[in-house]
């Protein structure tokens, strides 16, 4: 009897486990992100700045914008494929909002300069945000018009701001490559600088320690 008594409990206790702890489980799976896709220039000073952001889940370089499928870097660098460098933010709305990515994105780079972000030229480069919806479409103009009318920069912001085309990941070796190289001459010059600027401005959303 007593055994009887204990297989029907383990019984009882397996059929329990799935409503117990798969909603669990469940809710970690389908907690809400949302995707932002933006060029600044260089994608190695786009993914350095953006994966110090707090409540940034991922920041992967690549290309968006353009037509032929799988772009390699050799065929985007030419500046012929309507390809732009940028680097795809995953987030989380309830920790950081599109907004405050976008004041970032503004403050981190000169998006007044056509086609360049210092020696760096060509369309690839260029100032750009890729809408994934309407409201961030209606945000990224809106904004525009407020640093334009705020006189932030001396020149007219050209900040290009088109539809979500999509998005292919740079090559393994432009992934990371601020942490993997820190000392190489264009980290040291370039995105140094842009991290330093950014930990400054926002220390209120800059990551203590990046993992």
Not at 39 to 46: D, K, L, P, R, V
Not at 101 to 109: A, N, R, S
Not at 167 to 184: G, L, V, W
């Amino acid at each position: 009897m007593r055994g009887g008594i204990v297989w029907i409990l383990t019984v009882v206790f397996l059929l329990l486990i799935p409503f117990t702890i798969y909603p669990q489980s469940g809710k970690e799976i389908k907690m809400k992100f949302d995707t932002a896709t933006l060029g600044t220039g260089c994608f190695w000073c786009s993914q350095a700045v953006f994966e110090r952001v707090k409540g940034v889940v991922s920041a992967e370089a690549g290309y968006s914008g353009g037509k032929i499928p799988n772009p390699a870097y050799h065929q985007v660098s030419q500046g012929n494929t309507g390809y732009a460098e940028v680097v795809q933010v995953v987030y989380n709305p309830s920790k950081i909002s599109f907004e405050k990515l976008l004041e970032i994105f503004w403050k981190t780079h000169n998006p007044t300069t056509l086609n360049r972000q210092g020696a760096d030229v060509g369309t690839q480069y260029r100032s750009v945000i890729f809408y994934h919806n309407k409201i961030q479409k209606q945000l990224a103009e809106s904004l525009k018009k407020q640093i334009d009318k705020a006189g932030i920069w001396p020149n007219p912001v050209v900040t290009e701001i088109s539809s979500y085309r999509n998005f292919y990941p740079a090559e393994k070796y432009h992934q990371e490559y601020y942490r993997k190289n820190p000392s190489a001459g264009y980290c040291q010059f370039v995105i140094t600088p842009k991290i330093e600027k950014f930990e400054r401005i926002f220390k209120d959303v800059a990551k203590n320690k990046i993992p």
